[in-house]
């Protein structure tokens, strides 16, 4: 018994022993926080994410890809924002064509729905561009937030259509909306990551 409790005391001692030789006074603490390309410090976790939510104008459509499999950086976010945001504005380039299909139109509308299939095919161009930016450079890049605003500017042509024609009602308004907010939010995470590593620059290695 004497003996296990010397041998435990030693162990103990031993332990105590390497810590103290890993905890240099003055040393400088090591900083594992994970880092981008560029070396900018990365944020993990929902925390992170919902953060990055917090400061894009539609909240609640941001914190929804949050929960995607997959999402758990706030560059991780940007592209699962870019994917959602190419993918409604497909979508609504099927259903304007589809529209079209169903109701053959005549007059103004024509105009309009061109205004229409070219405003997102426009904008699912400047979102994969946006991606490609993205995964190459992260959202460090300026030509990340012009692709991203084309895009958003882009989805304006098909209101802009009707707008030039006041006594005609849009079939697309819910649609639109839902375009708009997607790609707004694509623009809003890659400044809020922006802000976010200029406030929290790398340290020189």
Request: glycine share 6%.
């Given at each position: 018994m004497e003996r296990f409790i010397v041998a435990s005391l030693l162990?103990?001692?031993?332990?105590?022993?390497?810590?103290?030789?890993?905890?240099v006074p003055g040393a400088a603490a090591v900083d594992d926080t994970p880092?981008?390309?560029?070396?900018?410090?990365?944020?993990?976790?929902?925390d992170a994410c919902q953060r990055?939510?917090?400061?894009?104008?539609?909240?609640?459509v941001c914190r929804g890809l949050t929960k995607s499999p997959g999402v758990s950086t706030p560059q991780q976010l940007l592209m699962a924002s870019i994917r959602?945001?190419?993918?409604?504005?497909?979508?609504?380039?099927?259903?304007?064509?589809?529209?079209?299909?169903?109701?053959?139109?005549?007059?103004?509308?024509?105009?309009?729905?061109?205004d229409c299939r070219k405003g997102y095919d426009d904008a699912v161009q400047s979102l994969e561009e946006a991606r490609q930016v993205a995964e190459?450079?992260?959202?460090?890049?300026?030509?990340l937030n012009r692709k991203a605003s084309d895009a958003l500017t882009s989805t304006g042509d098909c209101d802009n259509g009707f707008e030039d024609f006041p006594d005609?009602?849009?079939?697309?308004?819910?649609?639109?909306?839902?375009?708009?907010?997607?790609?707004?939010?694509?623009?809003?995470?890659a400044v809020a990551i922006?802000?976010?590593?200029?406030?929290?620059?790398a340290h020189p290695h």
């Open positions: 162990l103990l001692l031993a332990s105590a022993a390497a810590v103290e030789g890993r905890m880092r981008n390309a560029s070396g900018a410090r990365v944020l993990i976790g929902e990055t939510c917090s400061q894009v104008r539609f909240k609640a959602a945001a190419s993918a409604k504005a497909a979508d609504a380039r099927a259903k304007v064509e589809a529209y079209a299909a169903r109701t053959h139109p005549t007059g103004p509308m024509v105009s309009i729905l061109d190459a450079q992260g959202a460090r890049d300026p030509s005609i009602e849009s079939p697309f308004a819910a649609l639109q909306k839902s375009v708009f907010r997607h790609v707004d939010n694509v623009l809003g995470i922006q802000e976010a590593e200029a406030a929290h620059p």
